[in-house]
């Protein structure tokens, strides 16, 4: 990474969920902009990878492993933030799982809840976090990642989708609440990217078929996670300084329209289609029993 100092310079940057995938694309660009991140986990090795990595880029970095789930631990990340750096400007709600993909009944109760209490409470404990010390000096950007569903209901997918509807619904509420402390909240969709979250699923026997199905979805509109990060960028940025509420959503269309050209092309060149996505099938547990 090209250390410049940027549109981010001197500021101070927690992302969730940090350590791979989208998360860890918004760190390298908050770094590259000049931002000092800091980077979270619930697993360990993975916060102690990710900041050598970005640290041998020349990124200023630290890292804490954290389970958004706790309360205590999104605090204690806050607070990690302010003794390796000293202040907090931007904090970026990311970490998130998705569930099994089936019918609401037949998906393991324990892996809906896990959806529940990551994507929900994961978010909500880390706007306290940011609220908690960004409200003092009225000054900070909140920026909370929605996906499928936040709109409209998302059949066979409904933990994931409920919880992305929550979220946006929420950060809208609370951009309402902070609106007179000069906050910045915000609400970001990335579009489908390719990254390990989407390119493993798990279904409920019965429905390869939706695993199927989202594997050409994947391949004509997934794009890398590098691509989004820029509007990650933008949101923390002072394009949107004095604004608040704002909800901003990948551009759908020009990337299908990117995707289709890929295909037409693999398939006037005759190239083998690889798929974008594995999955495993799970036998079902019918809670209506």
């Known amino acids: 990474m090209a250390r410049q100092i940027g549109t981010l310079a001197g500021k101070v940057a927690v992302i ?3 350590t ?14 000049g931002a000092a991140v800091v980077l979270s986990n619930h697993l360990p090795d993975e916060v102690v990878r990710a900041v050598d990595h970005l640290r041998d880029q020349g990124a200023q ?8 789930r706790n309360r205590d631990q999104v605090f204690a990340l806050a607070d990690a933030a302010l003794s390796a750096f000293g202040r907090l400007d931007i904090w970026v709600n990311n970490a998130g799982v998705t569930a099994t993909q089936g019918p609401t ?16 409470l994961g978010t909500y404990h880390g706007s306290l976090a940011a609220l908690r010390h960004m409200s003092p000096r009225r000054e900070g950007k909140l920026i909370n990642i929605v996906g499928q569903g936040e709109q409209k209901p998302n059949p066979y997918g409904n933990a994931y989708g409920a919880s992305k509807t929550w979220i946006r619904t929420f950060t809208l509420a ?20 390719n990254t390990e979250l989407t390119r493993q699923m798990q279904v409920v026997a019965g429905y390869e078929s939706r695993a199927r199905a989202f594997d050409m979805v ?72």
Do not use: K
């Not at 009944?105 to 929900?120: G, H």
């Not at 902070?178 to 579009?191: C, K, M, S, Y």
């Open 16 to 18: 969730t969920g940090s």
């Open 20 to 33: 791979q995938g989208f998360g860890l694309a918004i760190a390298h660009a908050y770094a590259g902009a």
């Open 61 to 68: 970095v630290a890292g804490r492993p954290c389970d958004v």
């Open 105 to 120: 009944v037949a998906v393991a109760p324990a892996v809906f809840t896990r959806v529940v209490e990551t994507n929900i």
């Open 174 to 193: 609370l951009a309402e609440e902070e609106r007179a402390a000069g906050l910045g909240i915000f609400i970001l969709n990335p579009g489908l990217l």
């Open 218 to 289: 994947a391949r004509l509109m997934a794009v890398p996670p590098e691509d989004s990060a820029q509007l990650a960028l933008w949101l923390a940025g002072p394009a949107t300084n004095g604004r608040t509420g704002m909800e901003i959503r990948a551009p759908v269309f020009r990337r299908l329209l990117r995707g289709l050209a890929r295909e037409l092309a693999r398939v006037a060149l005759r190239r083998p289609r690889s798929n974008r996505v594995s999955y495993v099938s799970l036998p079902p547990s019918d809670d209506r029993a």
